[in-house]
């Protein structure tokens, strides 16, 4: 066994023995670089979007939008633009989305059908316990599951709210996408809707079209705080957030087509080093401003 196994095997327990004492997990267990989260600043807004799928708002105009999106594992630079901004109020969260694509597609029309086997993006919001995770695809079909880590599924409760017990219907074990987090499995609900959630797109150009070329597509989500309480319980956090506060959410796109071997397909405003978009130490930092 050579020293890079070993040394990898040592981390590993690390975290596991934090784990079991009731620590966070160790920053040696995930594959980003904390020095390369990106942190953006959402600022409050007085005059709530029209959610049709055109952020063309003022709100959204004067909004900052993230850099482009990079390779989810790599960190390398995409061959095309994708960004993401975010805004609140007192009711709702806000998430924008512009998407360069030169020939829109999309196949899936049926909620909760498996949406990552369209071109898609994806919004994952973290809390202590847990993470929301929504995708969308250009015919506006969602897709929305909502998780609960299991070390403290159970020792906080969790099971005893409606519809969260292990019997409920679309109730599973999880245990991400090619990567295993230090953390553990995760016990998830793909039958739970976000109350009050709404969402839409608009398509600069033609769908399913590949005889013209067009500019991409548009997406706006509005989630209202009151919705996110099961996640804000885990650390008794805010909503809506206070003055300074700090979530954790990702955002990415996932193409079912790539370019090079070198393009992992998956993309993202902050890169996991994994394939695998269910990291919450990889997540932006969005930190709440008025």
Known sequence: ????????????????????????????????????????????????????????????????????????????????????????????????????????????????????????????????????????????????????????????GYQSHPGFNRNARGAKEFNGVGYRHPRGRRIGFWEWDMPGLRSAVHIDGSINNNSDRDRGWTVEIAIPWTSLKILAEGDGRALPPKEGDTWRMDFSRFNTKKRSSTDSGGWAWSSHGVWDSHVPECFTYIQFSK
């Open 1 to 156: 066994m050579n020293r890079r196994t070993l040394v990898s095997m040592a981390l590993f327990l690390l975290g596991f023995n934090s784990l079991l004492n009731g620590q966070r997990i160790h920053k040696s267990d995930v594959r980003c670089r904390e020095e390369d989260i990106p942190h953006y600043t959402a600022r409050k807004i007085s005059d709530a979007p029209v959610i049709d799928g055109k952020p063309d708002e003022s709100v959204w105009r004067n909004a900052a939008r993230s850099n482009p999106f990079k390779d989810l594992v790599s960190g390398a630079d995409t061959h095309l633009d994708t960004r993401a901004a975010v805004l609140w109020d007192d009711e709702n969260l806000y998430v924008a989305y512009w998407i360069e694509e030169p020939h829109v597609t999309a196949t899936l029309t049926r909620r909760d059908a498996p949406i990552y086997k369209d071109n898609d993006v994806e919004l994952f919001i973290a809390g202590e316990d847990g993470y929301y995770e929504f995708e969308i695809n250009s015919f506006g079909t969602i897709y929305e599951v909502l998780f609960f880590w299991l070390d403290a599924y159970e020792k906080k």
